[in-house]
């Protein structure tokens, strides 16, 4: 999702603000191909066509927005896979094709413009970045990965005055939560408090205050916190 030369303005004025997380959840209507996936013929379809699609339309935007300023990395699948769960190693694959590879496509494919331009580049990582849950072990590499490069970016692009963003919630309302029986943030509540980020040229956004308190707690007493989240299986 990318803003052009309106910039943090037009953020601040759209009602819905909640757009900025949702615009690109249905990228390219892969979203719904990505659901259906439950074999590993199905993930190696899917790859497929996303990388065919998604490069396609990716060119073109950056070709087409000359003048974007803020471009912010949403796309993401959780397949709720642990280690041991059958074909977990083709979830993984497609996992860190959306969730990590997406991301760097896009920031390192957006970077001249960006150079040229100023702005930011906010990268939808997850609290799970700093933690993992075995549950969920292939998304959490995945998010991990994300946090890693998030942090490299922000380094590499730090001289061009282009701030790297990167937020960290916890369990969102949205489709990929869907059935979940946890407490929810929304995503307009995700969404502002980005926009909030970006004004305030942050590193870090913690949405909810779960996330704060979470990480709050990584800080203070990691060790517990792992154990803790090593034994939801």
Known sequence: ???????????????????????????????????????????????????????????????????????????????????????????????????????????????????????????VCSLLSFVCMPANATYCASKAALFSFTQ??????????INVLGVFPGPVDTSMTAGLDVEKITPTEVAREIVVGLKNDSYKVLPGEESKETYKNLIDNYEDVEDAFSKII
């Open 152 to 161: 490299a970016l922000k380094g590499e692009l730090a001289p061009y005055n």
């Open 1 to 123: 999702f990318v803003f052009g030369s309106a910039g943090l303005d037009e953020i601040a004025t759209i009602d819905q603000v909640d757009i900025v997380l949702n615009a690109i959840v249905g990228f390219a209507g892969l979203l719904p191909t990505i659901h259906a996936i439950e074999s590993k013929k199905d993930i190696a379809l899917a790859n497929k066509e996303t990388l065919v699609v998604a490069g396609h339309i990716i060119t073109k935007l950056v070709k087409e927005c000359d003048d974007v300023n803020v471009l912010v990395n949403n796309a993401g699948v959780n397949y709720g896979k642990g280690i041991f769960s059958g074909n977990s190693i083709d979830f993984a694959r497609s996992e860190m094709e959306v969730n990590y590879f997406g991301t760097f496509n896009m920031s390192t494919l957006f970077s001249e413009t960006l150079k040229r331009n100023g702005g930011a580049i906010v990268n």
